[in-house]
């Protein structure tokens, strides 16, 4: 079973750029379509990015033009790669299977990141 741990998050000021990483342990996690969600104080989990098994991408409305997603398959690894960061994209932000999020199962602990002055 695919395990998933995130890192990356942190502290930053409006305008700045931090890089999730997603490392995945356990299978290959390159055969499964996967993505970053994240959900700040009093709102729902939000889809941010999505990634398929062949490379196509994804991006919520928000972010598009922003963040990038992508996978090293050779180090078992997605990430999300935030520029122009603005105070609302404050959340803690998770990685998962795509399938695992349709189960609603599967979430980790996330990285906090924060956005402000």
């Known amino acids: 079973q695919v395990q998933l741990v995130e890192s990356g998050g942190g502290f930053v000021q409006p305008g700045g750029s931090l890089r999730l990483s997603c490392q995945a342990s356990?299978?290959?996690?390159?055969?499964?379509?996967m993505g970053w969600y994240r959900q700040a104080p009093g709102k729902q989990h939000e889809t941010v990015a999505t990634?398929?098994?062949?490379?196509?991408?994804n991006y919520a409305d928000s972010v598009k033009g922003r963040f990038a997603i992508s996978r090293d398959n050779a180090k078992n690894t997605v990430y999300l790669q935030m520029n122009s960061l603005r105070p609302e994209d404050t959340a803690v932000y998770y990685c998962?299977?795509?399938?695992?999020?349709?189960?609603?199962?599967?979430w980790g602990q996330g990285t906090q990141v924060t956005v402000s002055s």
């Open positions: 990634i398929n098994s062949g490379g196509g991408t």
């Open positions: 998962n299977l795509i399938a695992r999020v349709a189960f609603k199962t599967g």
């Open positions: 356990g299978s290959d996690a390159s055969r499964y379509a």
